[in-house]
């Protein structure tokens, strides 16, 4: 359904799974990061693209440990990664050119954090024209309560709900566990 013309593939989207962004203290992190697995497992053998995205700043720069994909996570040989300074990961990036090369309409959306990065790139793919699932049980957050925020869970619960049914002229938003995906 994306307004995107002879787009019809779908691509994995693994955003900012790095050891500042997804650490020991990111809300269901083994979850988490089993379900980004067995994603990326599925959509390698269907031959769909995968594109990871990292992310880096002035407190995670390019190189130190922070910015290292977690361990338990690696591209594959030829799976592209696309290096970020802006939350969405369309914005002063290569990705919208690796999705056109690959044909890619749809995304399905994996990754840390929430609030920040995963939120930004979905909104940037829906305004771009691009449909755009939320995987529910493959994104993560830390706790930033301290500074106001609700607790990691509501976020993630929150965000679920609130992008499940997103529309747009010719292009929508849903959210599905990782158990309903198929590439």
Not at 42 to 56: D, E, K, L, M, Y
């Amino acid at each position: 359904m994306t307004t995107l013309p002879r787009r019809p593939n779908k691509a994995l989207l693994v955003i900012d799974m790095q050891n500042d962004a997804a650490g020991p203290g990111s809300h269901d992190r083994e979850r988490v990061i089993e379900n980004i697995q067995g994603l990326l497992d599925q959509a390698r053998a269907a031959n769909a693209p995968v594109i990871w995205v990292q992310h880096s700043d002035q407190g995670m720069p390019i190189g130190s440990e922070g910015w290292q994909f977690v361990p338990e996570l690696a591209p594959a040989e030829g799976e592209p990664v696309v290096h970020k300074t802006f939350r969405d990961a369309f914005e002063a990036t290569e990705l919208e050119s690796l999705l056109a090369t690959r044909g890619v309409g749809h995304l399905v959306v994996t990754g840390a954090q929430t609030d920040f990065c995963v939120r930004s790139t979905l909104h940037g793919a829906l305004v771009r024209g691009y449909d755009a699932t939320l995987v529910s049980d493959a994104h993560t957050t830390e706790d930033l309560s301290e500074w106001g925020a609700p607790p990691p869970g509501q976020v993630i619960a929150h965000t679920n709900l609130y992008w499940d049914g997103q529309k747009a002229p010719g292009r929508a938003g849903d959210t599905l566990t990782a158990a309903d995906i198929e590439f």
